[in-house]
C-alpha cells in the first residue's frame, strides 16, 4: 500500500477521498477563524505523500543559460530574505457537487470547503531565480514546477505559471517553508511548496524537487489535460484539451457556512455567515444576501482585514444579522460577491456546467426551515 505512511489526520475533517487523501472541513469550522489552523486546511492529494528527510532535501533550480543551475537545501532556502503573506487557497473543484446536480462530472464531490487561508513563509520565487540568471524575457516562458510525489510509474505532480508572474515582486510567488508559523505539514508539502497568490490552488505544488524555466507550459497532466473549463455542450467524446487555456486566476467566490442546508433557524433573528474572494488579487468589495432566492436584498459586514487593491490575495469572511420577516416558515438564502473589477458571480450553475466540474461559483443558496 503506496498510501500507508501517509500521515495521521484531523477527525473533523470530512473526508472525499481516503487514497489519495483529499478532505474538507466543515463549514462553520472554516469560517471559525480568518486563517485557517493547520490541522483543517483542505488537504488536496493526488498521490501517496512523500515522506522527506529535511537534512537531505535538496531543491533543484535548473539555471538561465549563462547562468547558474542551484541545488538548494533547506538552510540555503532560509538565507534569501524571508517574505511572510496571507493566501487563500481554492481548489478549482471547490463547491463541484452543486454542479453534479445539474448533470454528472468527472471529478471529487467538494461541498464549500475546498479552500483556506493560511500565513506562508518563504524565500521569494523572484530572488532565487534571479540568482540562477534568470531575467524576465520579451518571449513567452512558463516556470515549471515538479513535485516530488509521484505514481508507480515513476510521473510527478506537475504545473506551470508565467514567467512574468514569478519573477515580479508584487506578486508574492513563494517557495514557502512556513505555514501559519510552523514548518509545512506533510499533507501541506513538507518541507517546501510554491503558493502562487490569487492562483488556483492546482499550480501551488507541494513538495516541490525542481523548478525550470521553459518556452512552454508544463507537459504535466495536470496542467495540459486537467484543470481547464468548457462550454456546457462539452462532453468527453468531443474534449479538445488543447483548445482551452489553463486556469490560472480563479473568478470571483462566495459561500454560506452558516446556517447549514436544511438547518432550523430561530424565529426572530438570523445571523448568516460566509466567505467571499476573487482570483489575481482582486478584492472583494460587496457580499449581497438574500433572504427570499434573490427577490430582495441585503448588504453583508465584510469582517478580517482591509485589503489592497490588486494585491487582496486573502478571503474576506462575512456575515450579516438580519430579522426574519414573521410569519415565514422557511428562508431561501442567496448570496453572492463583487470583486474590484465589478465581477459578479453568476446566478445558476446550469450555463457554467462543465464536464470537470470546476469553476463553480454560481449564487450559494441555502434552504432553512424557522422554529416555530
Ligand atoms: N502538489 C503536489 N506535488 N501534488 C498534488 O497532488 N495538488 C494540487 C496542489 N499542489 C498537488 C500539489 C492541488 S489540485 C491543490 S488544490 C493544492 O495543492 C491543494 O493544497 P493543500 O492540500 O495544501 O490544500
Ligand atoms: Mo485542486
New binding site residues.
Given amino acids: 500500500d503506496p498510501y500507508a505512511d501517509d500521515p495521521v489526520r484531523h477527525p473533523a475533517l470530512k473526508v472525499n477521498s481516503q487514497r489519495p487523501f483529499n478532505a474538507e472541513p466543515p463549514p462553520e469550522l472554516l469560517t471559525e477563524n480568518y486563517i485557517t489552523p493547520n490541522p483543517i ?7 501517496p505523500v512523500p515522506n522527506l528527510d529535511p537534512d537531505t532535501y535538496r531543491l533543484h533550480i535548473v539555471g538561465a543559460p549563462g547562468g547558474q543551475s542551484l541545488s538548494l537545501s533547506l538552510d540555503d532556502l532560509h538565507n534569501f530574505p524571508k517574505y511572510e503573506i496571507t493566501v487563500t ?1 481554492q ?1 478549482a473543484g471547490n463547491r463541484r457537487s452543486e454542479m453534479t446536480q445539474v448533470k454528472e462530472v468527472k471529478g471529487l464531490e467538494w461541498r464549500t470547503g475546498a479552500i ?1 487561508t493560511a500565513r506562508w513563509a518563504g524565500a521569494r520565487l523572484c530572488d532565487v531565480l534571479a540568482k540562477a540568471g534568470h531575467q524576465l524575457c520579451e518571449t513567452e516562458a512558463h516556470v515549471c514546477f515538479e ?1 516530488l ?1 509521484s505514481d508507480p510509474t515513476g510521473t510527478a ?1 506537475g504545473a506551470s505559471i508565467p514567467l512574468a508572474r514569478a519573477m515580479d515582486p508584487e506578486a508574492g510567488v513563494l517557495l514557502a517553508y512556513e505555514m501559519n508559523g510552523q514548518p509545512l505539514p506533510r ?3 513538507f518541507p517546501v511548496r510554491v503558493v502562487v497568490p490569487g492562483v488556483v ?2 499550480r ?4 516541490l524537487g525542481r523548478v525550470s524555466v521553459q518556452p512552454e507550459e508544463s507537459y504535466s497532466h495536470w496542467q495540459r489535460r486537467d484543470y481547464k473549463g468548457f462550454s456546457p455542450s462539452v462532453d468527453w467524446d468531443t474534449v479538445d484539451f488543447d483548445s482551452a487555456p489553463s486556469i490560472q486566476e480563479l473568478p470571483v467566490q462566495s459561500a454560506i457556512t452558516e446556517p447549514r442546508d436544511g438547518e432550523t433557524v430561530e424565529s426572530g433573528e438570523v445571523t448568516i455567515k460566509g466567505y467571499a474572494w476573487s482570483g489575481g488579487g482582486r478584492a472583494v468589495i460587496r457580499v449581497d444576501v438574500s433572504l427570499d432566492g434573490g427577490l430582495t436584498w441585503q448588504v453583508a459586514k465584510l469582517d478580517g482585514e482591509e485589503q489592497r487593491p490588486r494585491k487582496a490575495w486573502a478571503w474576506r469572511l462575512w456575515q450579516l444579522q438580519a430579522p426574519v420577516p414573521a410569519g415565514q416558515k422557511e428562508l431561501n438564502i442567496v448570496c453572492k460577491a463583487v470583486d474590484d473589477g465589478y465581477n459578479v458571480q453568476p446566478d445558476t450553475v446550469a450555463p457554467i456546467w462543465n464536464l470537470r466540474g470546476v469553476l463553480s461559483n454560481a449564487w450559494h443558496r441555502v434552504h432553512v426551515f424557522v422554529a416555530p
Fill in positions: 486546511f483542505f488537504t488536496r492529494n493526488h498521490l487557497l481548489c483556506s513535485g510525489d505532480y499533507d501541506h508539502g490552488g492546482a501551488h505544488v507541494k513538495w
